[in-house]
């Protein structure tokens, strides 16, 4: 499972790429510190390489909501897989990011 | 100007710094009091006397003043606020903050005859103890102020005495200003009691007397009606629930025909044991342990859809309500639709 960060103006990036289950978990949690940082500005958490989302990727993608909603600024969920649009609407959190 | 006077004026000039320190607290300790009391104002502002408008006042009456002090408005401060009501309840409070001098307040609301308008504001002359100083705090509503605003522009900007016909207009209008700012006083009122009797309601379950909009749909999600279908479906994997808002589900149930929130009451009655068999379908064969607070009334949606013959379209209509219109919204609702179709909704 890896994580890159891109800055882009008013825009902060995330690309997900592999399996973010449980063992993937706290690293990635490290990796996206920066995001929350950024959190002033619309954070993309771009989704195009993730194959998988366990609960505690769920947890972290809440975290990175929650620190933007504090700021005024939104998450875009970008370019999920069936599998994990169906963990999405299965949870009720479809309607919580805005998913491209 | 007498000697008097330019003695005063060079005493005015040794204070500023006093007065500009006597201001700033002033309106700190206004605005520290209206934020402790929730209270919201159009505007805290005040100002020191102006050199040139000083030496206007002591032109005109400096002979009344015996020092610098008497004089009660070098400093100056003012609350404009949204309601009429809210002009006494800020009295009370500065009557709390500083030490008043009676003699020299004066409520202007007060001094019209029965059949006169003009201005209206209050005028509290206060003093803090560590200062020598008073100064002047003026309590108005936004109307009053703006008429006050207004009619000081027009007196300075014509230099000549204003015949009594426009002096007459202008004093008309404070008169329906007054009868705007009891209004707005009154709407008010009569809103916040109409939320209390909504919540009352609510609370007593005698949900076919509210009408749902989104004032009433807020008190009936205060009563947590989807909790008890949510833990259900927590139970499923002994999920953690996380809080979302869910507001924007009004207009789904209004779109569902919901004129009441009693008819909101009895479709989600009707659909809840669907809603938690749909849930169990989807969640029972993952380890998914969190989900949101949306899920029940979510879920219920969904099956109301689907047995009302609704189908694919009438899902993707609903997650435009919910998520806004968005492309990916038709694959969610294909989705939900195929892991419904199981179930002979």
């Given amino acids: 499972m890896t994580t890159t960060i891109q800055e882009n103006g008013n825009q902060v990036l995330a690309f997900f790429s592999g399996r973010l289950d449980t063992a993937a978990a706290v690293q990635t949690a490290e990796e996206v510190k920066p995001l929350l940082e950024a959190a002033n500005k619309e954070i993309i958490l771009d989704c195009t390489e993730l194959e998988y989302i366990s609960s505690s990727g769920l947890r972290i993608f809440l975290s990175i909501r929650k620190e933007a909603a504090a700021h005024g600024s939104k998450v875009i969920v970008r370019n999920i897989n069936a599998d994990i649009r169906q963990v999405f609407m299965m949870t009720g959190f479809v309607s919580l990011f805005v998913i491209e | ?3 008097h006077c330019e003695m005063m ?6 204070a500023l710094p006093e007065l500009e320190r006597l201001l700033q607290e002033v309106l700190a300790k206004l605005r520290e009091a209206l934020e402790r009391n929730e209270m919201l104002v159009t505007a805290v502002e005040g100002r020191v ?13 400096g002979a009344k003043y015996a020092t610098l002090s008497d004089i009660t408005d070098l400093v100056g401060a003012r609350i404009v606020t949204f309601y009429t009501d809210d002009v006494d309840r800020i009295a009370a409070m500065v009557e709390q903050l500083f030490e008043i001098d009676w003699t020299n307040s004066v409520d202007k609301r007060m001094l019209h005859q029965l059949d006169s308008f003009g201005y209206n ?3 509290y002359v206060c003093k803090m103890p560590e200062y020598d100083f008073r100064f002047e705090l003026q309590l108005r509503t936004t109307l009053q102020h703006a008429w006050a605003s207004i009619n000081h522009d027009i007196g300075y900007k014509t230099g000549v005495e204003i015949p009594r016909e426009y002096l007459r207009r202008i004093n008309r209008l404070a008169g329906i200003l007054e009868m705007a700012d009891d209004e707005f006083s009154r ?3 009569e809103i916040t009691d109409y939320r209390r009797r909504v919540h009352q309601l609510v609370q007593n379950g005698k949900l076919d007397d509210v009408q749902l909009d989104g004032d009433t749909f807020s008190s009936y999600l205060q009563a947590r009606p989807f909790d008890a ?4 479906i927590a139970a499923i994997n002994q999920a953690e629930i996380q809080e979302v808002p869910l507001n924007r ?7 569902f025909g919901c004129k009441t929130l009693g008819d909101v009451q009895r479709l989600v009655k009707h659909y809840e044991e669907d809603a938690y068999r749909l849930a169990r379908h989807q969640l029972g064969n993952t380890d998914l342990d969190i989900i949101s607070s ?4 979510q879920n219920i949606c969904i099956v109301c859809i689907l047995a009302s013959g609704g189908g694919k379209m009438g899902l993707v209509r609903f997650f435009d309500a919910i998520n806004g219109h968005n492309t990916q919204n038709e694959a969610i609702a294909e989705m939900t639709f195929n892991l419904a179709k199981n179930l002979q909704l």
């Fill in chain 2, 1 to 3: 100007m007498d000697l």
């Fill in chain 2, 9 to 14: 004026m060079e005493e005015y000039q040794a």
């Fill in chain 2, 49 to 61: 006397k102006t050199r040139k408008s000083l030496e206007g006042k002591l032109a005109l009456k």
């Fill in chain 2, 121 to 123: 504001s209050l005028h």
């Fill in chain 2, 187 to 189: 709407i008010r009122t």
């Fill in chain 2, 229 to 232: 279908l949510n833990r259900r």
């Fill in chain 2, 249 to 255: 589900y009004l207009r789904v149930f209004s779109a």
């Fill in chain 2, 294 to 297: 949306a899920v029940g009334v």
